[in-house]
């Protein structure tokens, strides 16, 4: 059914996954004499950073994403297709789909990671991550169904549990999370219900390790959990989870009866990389070479969170701005290769890493520079505005944006899908 | 679970559905010494008019939508519950839940209209209809996977079944959607396929009676019809439907293969209808007394979609502004009795009706005056407009009104849901 586009006479870069680094790369190889097919399971790039506020009834989902091939509309040396690439044959050089193989001179695998729940795959159900739009639609509507499903009953320990939010996990996603939901509780619901009063719920935010945001700078740590405790958040670290259900948490030495537990606590690689017979790290990342292709296969690059690319004994961190550094490189490495030039090293730049935890409430360490409060808010606004892809999202994420800060409102408050869940 | 606000001495309304009518009929109660409580199984109410917007990626479904008991916060005398009402037992005064019951003293009921697809129910799965949000969210994930289908397959014949679209029905449901599939093939899809020309794909609108929009006066349907064609839709009258499949419509003489077929060719009333033991019309909706009561049961109204009310020998048409009417005449009447005076009789004042074809094209039946083109259209605009609840959802979708004018983009082109239809 695919077929190679063959007969052109040049080099057929394939790339696989829309999101930072695909997008990215393919963007990057728009002028070099190669053609590029951009393949993807779904139709949209999603601009990960704000899929948070998509779960907590904040923005709605065509807001931070965008049609892929409305992106790449004018250029002209690349095609778009919608496929489930399931495994890629590097002796024959193709890419397997679930309905065709496609053919490639050189593959861009940037694929990404999903949710691991280390093993236990059985939480999933229980504890949806935040990984897509229907993730976040599904978060949305756990979130909005708890507090409906406590207005309706009577018993008040069944409420209770309704009212109890857990969130497992301190790294950026969990603390955005975390903070939204507090401030959905304390502001966006207050005055709407007539049995609970939404601002008695609880936000629980559970870490394994000894603070929150652990890829961050001590100081910046104790900066935000004080912020998320003024939101309301209760935090507590070095809590291990050794269970999720329907109906709660288990840790080591305690149980947290809870109908909405929220998970955001690890990542494991996309399944795809396991078909490239090279060594993967325990996330299941593939270990690449310093210019990002794979060992032995110069015609193979692997970049944003599916590579785990070590610098100076740290792995570069899987977060957008690194995924876009690695697709320009790859690219310019692949365009060098046609000219018959040798490949170059990556070389990775840090610019800093921004988490936000509520209204005015984020912190920033950037090179010279650790913020915190309003001040990195506003930083975080600004870098987001400015990443977000297209004219029209940018001016409707503003007037959203600012129509929250104002209003204290959130736009987006719809229950969708299934509502059996209600049932108690 | 569910009880009875018992105790506090005023008369309890409860009010089952919150479209526009049930809406309407709470607020029209903001003042009365009565106690409401408001049942609807969904979180929020739904501008239906503008549903076809979200089905052809026009519009969020949060623009359209807003939750029920944020729009009824202030009023103090109302609470909402999300539940499932399946029946009504007259005698005991209790609406049946799907998980428990709950007392009246008055009751209105306005659940509203189903799809009907006259005993066919196995064409349900193959040509949805457009009631609900996931409705709307699933025409627009077919439509749009059948641009991505014909872009991949090879097949020349499959392509132009994935490419041909065929929409049941011809009133103003039908006719907006036609419109709007044809702008979308024409201009917002135009540039950005590669393997195939979405300007050639064919809409098809099929319609069983004489002319499209048959509740319009003879002229303006021609007119509606001349708008449609110069948009690239193909209109047929007087074909009936004989079967509907995965491949595409039969008709009594002729077979169509198209893998995409939409519904809006009837209603059904509401099942809730047939617990009421009283006299129902042929689509399943109540016949009620002139003062919108049903017979025998002054504590029981009917309004909205769901109730039929004949004046001067016509039935009331199933339109917003006659359920908002009927709205706060019922809650007017409970206002009455509860004060000791006697229910009066429901007048409908016809205030035209109107019909949206596509950019600057309508038709507008106004009690004094017919218009078409440019004029009906920017009528229709500013009723709608008017007519949306919440300042912030205005000023969206007055944004994306003036960003598709301007640059016939659709701002919404995500799919979402499964993706297993693409494979052919």
Redesign the interface.
């Known amino acids: 059914?695919?077929?190679h586009p063959e007969g052109r006479g040049r080099p057929h870069v394939v790339i696989v996954g829309a999101g930072f680094g695909g997008l990215y790369a393919a963007r990057a190889l728009r002028r070099a004499p190669v053609d590029v097919t951009v393949i993807d399971?779904?139709?949209?790039h999603l601009f990960q950073p704000l899929l948070y506020q998509v779960a907590t009834a904040a923005l709605?989902?065509?807001?931070i994403?965008?049609?892929i091939?409305?992106i790449l509309?004018?250029q002209k040396n690349t095609?778009?297709?919608?496929?489930?690439a399931t495994q890629v044959d590097v002796e024959r050089k193709k890419v397997g789909l679930?309905?065709g193989e496609m053919g490639y001179d050189y593959l861009i695998l940037a694929t990404g990671v999903t949710d691991s729940y280390f093993g236990h795959e059985d939480w999933a159900p229980c504890a949806p991550g935040l990984k897509s739009?229907?993730d976040a639609?599904e978060i949305r509507r756990r979130v909005?169904?708890a507090y409906?499903a406590a207005?309706?009953?009577?018993d008040p320990e069944r409420r209770s549990t309704w009212l109890q939010f857990v969130i497992v996990g301190a790294g950026p996603t969990g603390v955005e999370l975390a903070g939204a939901l507090a401030e959905i509780s304390r502001r966006a619901l207050a005055?709407?219900?007539?049995?609970i009063d939404p601002t008695q719920a609880r936000i629980l935010l559970l870490e394994g390790l000894d603070r929150v945001l652990p890829t961050f700078p001590p100081q910046l740590s104790e900066k935000a959990r004080r912020q998320l405790e003024r939101l309301g958040v209760e935090v507590r670290v070095q809590k291990k989870v050794t269970g999720v259900d329907e109906e709660g948490v288990s840790l080591d030495d305690e149980r947290i009866e809870a109908k909405t537990v929220l998970w955001a606590a690890g990542v494991a690689a996309s399944p795809i990389a396991q078909s490239l017979g090279v060594p993967l790290d325990r996330a299941g990342r593939v270990q690449v070479m310093p210019d990002l292709t794979i060992p032995g296969r110069s015609d193979v690059f692997v970049i944003g969170d599916l590579a785990a690319f070590e610098q100076d004994g740290q792995l570069v961190p899987g977060v957008a701005p690194a995924a876009i550094q690695e697709a320009r490189h790859a690219a310019g490495n692949i365009t060098r290769a046609v000219k018959g030039k040798l490949y170059v090293p990556f070389r990775y730049r840090d610019k800093g890493m921004l988490a936000v935890i509520g209204r005015a409430a984020a912190v920033a360490n950037l090179r010279h520079l650790k913020l915190s409060g309003f001040i990195a808010w506003l930083t975080w606004v600004i870098v987001h505005l400015y990443l977000l892809i297209g004219f029209?999202n940018r001016?409707?994420v503003m007037?959203e944006w600012a129509?929250a800060y104002f209003?204290y409102?959130r736009?987006?408050?719809?229950?969708?899908?299934r509502?059996d869940r209600?049932?108690?």
């Open positions: 059914m695919i077929s399971r779904r139709n949209h709605n989902p065509s807001d994403a965008a049609p091939r409305k509309r004018w095609t778009v297709l919608l496929a489930d679930t309905d739009i229907e639609l909005l169904v409906e207005e309706r009953t009577e005055r709407d219900f007539r049995n029209r001016i409707i007037f129509w209003t409102e736009g987006a408050r719809l229950i969708t899908g509502i209600l049932k108690d």
